[in-house]
């Protein structure tokens, strides 16, 4: 079967040109878009305290959803969704454009897709990248017709030796796949096409977000020639009571190799992963389970649900997440949008809204029963100015600073281990919700066995901080087993009383009497991203203090359980990446 799709290659994209026909975008060559005409004055960053050192951000105005990323002849490209009128969402949204060489210095592009045809002139929402046999890119994306019904289009690069694809064509053909009367189709609730993965029948498949009433639908289309779609008789998955799913992103994992897979590839040693995006919550949830070929359906394990009680690639602020397959290291690698925490006044006046999380490697744990993330590597060429945290027993009511960092950009790793879990408090069984426990115990709460962890973004007097902390418990049904809970509490992250101020929690399943605790944390001026137990949970929030900005800003270790804890670890500066800069600012 590889020999037949390699034979096929070449062959199957010119068919492909030749059969779809193009249509140029209206002025792309000739426009630059706003990210590239946009000169910043050298004291930008001293006048945008906010602003993030090495997160990925335009230069202004609104973004959300990450879209389509790829990695093409080494290059690698960021869509994403970015209004370039003004702070808040607009549904005239376009694509716009950057790329890398290292995931971390990102260099803007014109806008890769804006409004331009009868089946997109109302918007070009968003989507994902297939590479096609031969080493083709292309794009599906979800475009508001001019009916305002929501259809799926195709866009190819208009020149494939440009390794930047800094132009991008749509096929007359468009729409191919839309909502009718037949197909009975909510045409406001069908929308953002997953990468399309070519089945061992040779045909290809892709899966649309959609719901029928309350139940949530991952609508299956296939093709022979990825020009022509036909819906399948039956959804791909569904769940009740979910509402609509957006953003839904399919792909498998390996159950025994620490790498990444090609979407298409399937067999014995792999286990899938289905991820929708709750729009009626803002909360997005994974499962893991099995493809079923024959059927042409996705069975999830039991227990894998889509609700509360089941996994989130992250439990703060991350939402309409996106991954794709780096075929140079053989890694999947995940993206996911941060949205705002300030109010939208505070966006006005600093002129942006959203955040990309740092990209993030995905694997399947050992367990295989869930996945585990974690920052990629690239990202530790900006370490800088080492401070190790020596081995030391922090005894219970302390609070330790960490010198020699810069607090308000800097990336922490710290390991905590427990010996001693007599006073460990029970977990009493109504606590079932982490976040609702992380709110009601949060870090001024005293307790037995934790809270313990760091104070970030934390002002000089300590009248603002955000605390990423762990608490133990031991379990009420079995006093053996104990049960690690982690909070990200952002009550007293700002004095500024307007901005969204929400505590998260997870549980993270590590034991604490045979693992050690480990913690990551990623600070950022605005954002903070924490990684429990080597990435089985993660947690990111947007966060906005007053006082504790810039070379006022703190980071402290902190223990405020009875226990006593050993921590090691180290902490970094980080150095600022250049990302989507202006070439004036480039120049100076």
Same mark, same amino acid.
């Given at each position: ?119 997109? @002139? &109302? %918007? ?13 890119? $292309?794009?599906? *994306?979800?475009? #508001? ?119 298409? @590839? &399937? %067999? ?13 919550? $803002?909360?997005? *949830?994974?499962? #893991? ?300």
């Amino acid at each position: 079967m590889a020999l037949m799709i390699f034979s096929l290659r070449i062959f199957f994209f010119h068919s492909l040109l030749f059969s779809f026909g193009v249509i140029e975008l209206e002025g792309s060559h000739h426009a630059c878009s706003n990210l590239l005409n946009l000169e910043l004055p050298s004291t930008w960053q001293a006048k945008q305290p906010y602003r993030t050192g090495y997160h990925f951000q335009p230069p202004k105005n609104w973004i959300n959803d990450p879209n389509g990323p790829l990695i093409y002849k080494n290059v690698y490209h960021h869509f994403y969704q970015y209004n370039p009128d003004g702070v808040a969402w607009s549904p005239n949204i376009v694509w716009a454009h950057s790329t890398s060489n290292d995931l971390v210095n990102w260099t803007p592009h014109d806008d890769a897709l804006n409004p331009s045809q009868p089946f997109d @002139i &109302n %918007g070009c929402w968003s989507g994902s990248a297939t590479i096609l046999p031969g080493e083709k890119p $292309a794009i599906f *994306y979800t475009g #508001i017709n001019s009916e305002n019904e929501q259809v799926q289009n195709l866009a190819f690069p208009k020149n494939l030796s440009d390794p930047f694809l800094r132009e991008w064509v749509k096929i007359p053909q468009n729409p191919l796949m839309i909502p009718t009367q037949a197909n009975q189709i909510n045409a406001d609730s069908f929308r953002d096409p997953t990468t399309a993965w070519l089945g061992i029948d040779n045909k290809w498949r892709l899966v649309i977000g959609s719901k029928k009433n309350q139940t949530g639908l991952a609508i299956l289309y296939v093709s022979e020639d990825f020009l022509h779609w036909t819906m399948a008789n039956h959804p791909f998955h569904s769940a009740k009571e979910n509402g609509m799913w957006e953003c839904p992103d399919f792909f498998p994992v390996s159950k025994s190799s620490p790498i990444g897979l090609d979407t298409s @590839i &399937n %067999g014995p040693d792999v286990k899938h992963v289905l991820k929708v995006s709750l729009f009626d919550t $803002a909360k997005e *949830y994974y499962t #893991i389970g099995t493809y079923n070929l024959d059927k042409d359906i996705y069975n999830p394990d039991k227990g894998s649900v889509e609700s509360d009680s089941g996994l989130r690639y992250d439990y703060g602020k991350f939402y309409a997440s996106k991954s794709f397959f780096d075929s140079a290291k053989n890694r999947r690698i995940l993206w996911g949008w941060s949205n705002e925490s300030s109010s939208a006044n505070d966006d006005i006046k600093k002129g942006w809204s959203g955040l990309q999380a740092i990209p993030r490697t995905l694997l399947l744990d050992k367990s295989g029963k869930q996945l585990v993330q974690w920052p990629v590597e690239e990202l530790e060429k900006l370490r800088t100015k080492l401070v190790r945290l020596p081995s030391a027993v922090i005894k219970g009511g302390s609070l330790h600073e960490v010198l020699g960092v810069t607090a308000a950009q800097a990336d922490v790793e710290v390991t905590f281990e427990m010996s001693d879990f007599e006073k460990t408090e029970v977990l009493d069984s109504s606590w079932t919700d982490p976040q609702i426990l992380c709110s009601k115990k949060d870090a001024l709460v005293y307790g037995g066995l934790g809270p313990f962890g760091l104070l970030v973004l934390a002002s000089e007097s300590l009248q603002e901080y955000t605390a990423v902390f762990y608490r133990i418990f031991k379990s009420h049904n079995n006093n053996n087993k104990y049960v690690v809970l982690m909070c990200s509490d952002q009550s007293r992250s700002s004095l500024n009383e307007a901005n969204d101020k929400t505590t998260y929690g997870a549980f993270v399943n590590v034991d604490p009497l045979h693992e050690k605790l480990s913690l990551r944390s990623l600070i950022d001026h605005s954002i903070v991203e924490s990684f429990g137990g080597e990435g089985k949970a993660c947690i990111t929030t947007r966060v906005y203090p007053i006082l504790a900005v810039d070379d006022n800003t703190h980071l402290y270790v902190f223990n405020y359980g009875r226990e006593s804890v050993k921590i090691t670890g180290s902490a970094w500066s980080m150095k600022t990446a250049n990302i989507n800069r202006s070439r004036k600012e480039d120049n100076e």
